[in-house]
């Protein structure tokens, strides 16, 4: 027969290793999130990093007096960026990542909101952030 103390001792045993479960596995649940928001913000960039490429190669692939207007959004699912671009790389970051891309040299200013993509008789590509 059991004792009134053993059974308490088994259960305050019991329900701290159930406890202990609950942690780690919450732990392991908030990992999980935080690992999938980092790839989301980098995919976010990186598209439109390549949006940035697309045009500037288009620019480059085309006959001179080219212009285009095109616009990327302020941000995407709630990821803020930003955009540099100086010489032959554009740079497209966050607070936490960061992705670059090569690029044929382009002169100006790319941002969030509407830009103008044109190619000069030189050979020239410039942008206009507006």
């Known amino acids: 027969m059991l004792r009134k ?11 701290g290793f159930l406890f202990v479960t609950l942690i780690i ?9 935080t690992d999938l928001q980092d790839q989301k913000e980098y ?6 990093g390549y949006r940035i490429k697309q045009e ?3 620019a480059y692939s085309v006959q001179p007096e ?6 990327l959004p302020g941000s995407v699912e709630g990821v803020d960026y930003s955009i540099a671009a100086a010489g032959n790389v554009v740079r497209v970051y966050t607070a936490t990542h960061e ?12 941002g969030k909101g509407n830009n103008t993509v044109t190619k000069f008789e030189n050979g020239t590509i410039w942008f206009d952030c507006t």
Do not use: H, W
């Not at 103390?5 to 329900?15: K, L, N, P, Y």
């Not at 995919?43 to 439109?48: A, E, G, L, P």
């Open 56 to 58: 500037v190669d288009l």
């Open 66 to 71: 080219f212009r285009r207007n095109f616009s």
């Open 5 to 15: 103390g053993q059974v308490a001792m088994e259960f305050t045993i019991i329900a």
């Open 43 to 48: 995919v976010v960039i990186r598209d439109i």
């Open 99 to 110: 992705f670059s891309l090569m690029v044929p040299e382009v002169n100006g200013c790319i």
């Open 25 to 33: 596995f919450t732990l392991g649940i908030i990992k999980k999130q």
